[in-house]
């Protein structure tokens, strides 16, 4: 059975940081493209940031950048979002997910870890 679990998440002030982890079971993901994706409460899902399998290229939403850094350790089966500068607007449950394909539609999703930002 493939599962991808995301742990990490918790309550921070504003400006304060966490680091999300989503390790993977049942499946490896060193060949595998990863991406974060969250959604806010009665908001659809916003894709956060993109890795691909050798994390030699990464992408980030507009909203993230300079704030946020997705990595990988592929010994590990794992993937991380080190979230820095956090804004209540960050308020949202963040889900990992696996890709064939940068850009590709996930063929897994882990079940979320909630992120709240609140003073």
């Known amino acids: 059975e493939v599962q991808l679990v995301e742990s990490g998440g918790g309550m921070v002030q504003p400006g304060g940081s966490l680091r999300l982890s989503c390790v993977a079971s049942?499946?490896?993901?060193?060949?595998?493209?990863m991406s974060w994706v969250r959604q806010a409460p009665g908001k659809g899902p916003e894709w956060v940031s993109r890795?691909?399998?050798?994390?030699?290229?990464?992408y980030y939403a507009d909203s993230v950048k300079g704030r946020f850094t997705i990595s990988r350790d592929n010994a590990k089966n794992t993937l991380y979002l080190q979230m820095k500068s956090l804004k209540p607007e960050d308020t949202a449950l963040y889900y990992c997910?696996?890709?064939?394909?940068?850009?590709?539609?996930?063929?897994?999703w882990g079940q979320g870890t909630q992120v709240t930002v609140s003073s």
């Open positions: 049942g499946l490896s993901i060193s060949s595998l493209d």
């Open positions: 890795i691909s399998s050798d994390s030699g290229s990464t």
């Open positions: 997910a696996s890709m064939r394909g940068i850009f590709a539609t996930p063929d897994y």
